[in-house]
């Protein structure tokens, strides 16, 4: 992220680049303490990174990251942090990117980034199933995480619990809110982020992953299940004028031009192709555009480049958008869109209210969530089998004489990437979502059932009246999971639906089922992911809308993977290398929840599989 090769050679030079401070310290100097701002993607993927290591040295086992989402463990580890901290007068506040097709600048310039990051993430998908299917790789836990569905849902509720402050970048990117706000809040003290972007802005401040907690007084990524409360804390901030300085360049303006020639977010895709043109070889260092931008100072200055950007109109705009983002000549206040519809769903994403995915698809683009499941020919994609269910929300999010929403992502085994446009619901009893009532939870209910239950035409179990509002919202996904995979799809068994039951009910020892080094196997994990989508799609996005979430069970309340895998490797006799004793103790714990809510299963299968409550 930022500048190509421009944070490494940062850290290459810390003695020219890094200042030390003690946040403990600094904070304890204030009246009001001091906020570090967070890149909310960023500073997600440091505390997974170090999540999985912790929990991987404490229990010994090396298949637990590949499992998926240890949701309740880790929502724990990321509140204790926080809380932590807030006790030392060291607030975090995070900055979270508007979702992809939301910015309202640089849009363009950003696509070949995006579908990038696509190709990097469907890799490290293949990655996981490769280990599965040989067993080859688990001695080290993986030193690139691949995000779990229900992360970013479980992260936020956890934020939310902590009275941690969130900023939601509706329509700009986070590093340039980042940047403005750095100025213009009072008690900011530095941004925390591994984005060199930080590099180029003026009188930035911010501080790398690889210089935060320098000592490990916290305990991060140690063998220990939650971090500690520090006596002191110390971090390296990298400032952008003593990396001009270092590098030689005369000011701003030639940090921005070699930010561009060297390859930034917005240029990358450009400079590729073009930096042999300029007498940039194949192999050329950063120092080498260091030269290139002393010598020309202005890119424009070069007649090769100048010529380029007269016949690339795209080249241009990707320059001139650059030059304004760093110049922090971007306003980000709020947009006004031309629909009325946009800004009412704008105006919640600012709050916190509803996603930003959802104000992506109100602007006609939605992004598949990447996650791992079985691939080729014979095997379906989770995303493209929710499109029906995404159809209802388009429905309810669309302005007038808007029907249709282009998606992207991998919707066959045949292409890794495509386009695919998916038309909105045509029932009428689809509300839109500015004229839903917050306060009339019934009725939203009412709703929430008619749609997920679309599946089975004249079919209202109203699980939510039989069972209640926590309890019938797991009816509802374990309900729409059956029926979606039922002789089609994923063309599930009882035995396989039956652990995935005991799961969503499960009161169990989650350290204990952590501590099983289980190997799942490619089924079990499209299962489970499969599963987690459904749960993304009533909860996060429906749920959201209706205004219903807040009744509804978290992540951390009906996923673990450990626990997950145990189950389904035992109920469908695959599980291997075990202990009799722990055997048992997965059997017990099975059957016992089986039979606890043998009156719930008897309804969720009914017209499926036959069941005996005498179980």
Known sequence: MGVYGLLSHCLQHRNQCVEYVDLVEVAASKADGIEILCDFYCLEHMLVESFWRSLWLLSQNSCVEILGGEYSSLGEYVSKLICDLQSLKIRLVMYVDGAKGTIVHGLHQKWDTWENRHHRDLAKMRERLNVVRTGHGLREPFTDNFRPVLLEVQLMETLKQCGCEVVHCVSFEADLVLAKNLASRPNAFAILSNDSDFCVFDDSRFIPFDLFDIKGNLGLGTNQRLPTKPSSLEVGMITSKKVWAFMGLQNQDEMIEFSILRGNDFTSSFMRQLKHKVGLGKGSQLVDAVDWIRKHHVLNNNRTFADEMVRDRELKEAVDYSRKFYRLEIAVGDVAHSDYLTNFIADGVARGEIPSNILAMNLGMYW????????????????????????????????????????????????????????????????????????????????????????????????????????????????????????????????????????????????????????????????????????????????????????????????????????????????????????????????????????????????????????
């Not at 007038?400 to 066959?412: D, W």
């Not at 309900?479 to 799961?503: C, K």
């Open 368 to 615: 598949h969530r990447m996650l791992i499941e079985d691939e080729g020919r014979q095997f379906p994609i989770a995303e493209v089998a929710l499109m029906p269910l995404r159809s209802f929300i388009y429905r309810m999010i669309l302005p007038e004489g808007k029907n249709a929403v282009k998606e992207y992502g991998r919707m066959s085994s045949e292409r890794d990437f495509e386009c695919y446009t998916v038309l909105a619901a045509k029932q009428r009893f689809i509300p839109r979502v500015d004229r839903i009532a917050k306060d009339k939870i019934f009725a939203n209910l009412g709703t929430f059932d008619k749609i997920m239950s679309h599946q089975e035409q004249g079919f209202q179990p109203e699980w939510h009246k039989r069972y209640g509002w926590r309890n019938g919202f797991k009816c509802y996904i374990l309900r729409y999971f059956l029926v979606l995979n039922f002789n089609r799809n994923l063309r599930i068994t009882l035995d396989e639906f039956l652990p995935l039951v005991a799961l969503t009910f499960a009161q169990v020892d989650v350290e204990f089922y952590q501590g099983l080094c289980i190997l799942p196997d490619g089924r079990s994990l499209t299962i489970a992911n499969w599963f987690q989508d459904v749960y993304r799609h009533a909860y996060y996005f429906l749920g959201k809308l209706l205004s219903l979430s807040e009744q509804f069970p978290r992540p951390c309340d009906i996923f673990s993977g450990a626990v997950w895998t145990a189950f389904y490797m035992h109920s469908t006799h695959r599980i291997r290398h075990i202990s009799h004793e722990n055997f048992q103790r997965i059997r017990t714990d099975l059957d016992y929840l089986i039979r606890e809510k043998r009156h719930i299963i008897r309804y969720l299968v009914d017209g499926f599989f036959p069941f005996d409550t005498r179980f």
